[in-house]
């Protein structure tokens, strides 16, 4: 399947149906919202790929659903995007359909390409951004932007940050011109984390629109 016809395809989906490519343990639960966020990283020394884990927060004695939300977004991933470009950065805006229930992003993972060799930059300790996907809400969790600071500020700043944005508007502007017969009526909720709450040495938070 091309790249177009994908998107096609995708775009045909009902929130139901985008329900189902997830894993069976998740797909019990009941009730169906979209989680709705950006990744993607810096023009300066970008990043080759960044991925951000995206776990279910169990019931005692629960399972947990986990999923790999990468940029560039992979062939079948399970959700749509739309890549976005600016003279900071470039990503992709993911909408991704879950079950009703509480969720967190729990650690990132970031590639750095340096001639042959690669090098992995990873979160110091889990993010625990914490969601709650309510049935037919749209949360938008913010955009996340990888950074590399690099060697001069590596003693100030741990090599391999996130920026955090809030671009909610031009998110939801976004999809709502692509017309997803699955999300009318859904109702927008903003859940973005506060980085000076967290503490986390590698989340740090944008104050305009990048």
Not at 138 to 146: K, Q, R
Request: hydrophobic content about 40%.
């Amino acid at each position: 399947m091309s790249f177009l016809q994908r998107r096609h395809w995708l775009g045909g989906l009902t929130a139901g149906t985008l329900a189902m490519l997830l894993p069976q343990t998740a797909a019990s639960q009941a009730g169906t919202g979209w989680l709705l966020l950006g990744l993607g990283t810096g023009a300066e020394r970008p990043y080759r790929s960044c991925a951000l884990t995206l776990r279910g927060i169990p019931v005692e004695g629960g399972g947990k659903a986990m999923q790999m939300l990468r940029y560039p977004s992979e062939p079948g991933w399970g959700g749509k995007t739309w890549p976005w470009r600016n003279p900071q950065g470039q990503g992709e805006l993911m909408l991704l359909a879950l079950p009703a229930g509480d969720y967190e992003l729990y650690d990132f993972e970031l590639v750095q390409q340096a001639g042959d060799a690669a090098r992995v930059d990873r979160s110091l300790r889990p993010l625990r951004v914490r969601l709650r996907i309510q049935d037919g809400d749209i949360v938008y969790a913010g955009h996340y932007e990888a950074l590399d600071p690099g060697p001069a500020a590596a003693r100030a700043v741990p090599q391999g940050v996130l920026l955090l944005s809030d671009r909610s508007e031009a998110a939801m502007a976004q999809v709502a011109a692509e017309g997803l017969a699955g999300l009318r009526g859904a109702t927008l909720r903003r859940q973005l984390p506060d980085p000076a709450r967290l503490r986390h040495p590698q989340l740090l938070h944008s104050l305009g629109d990048r």
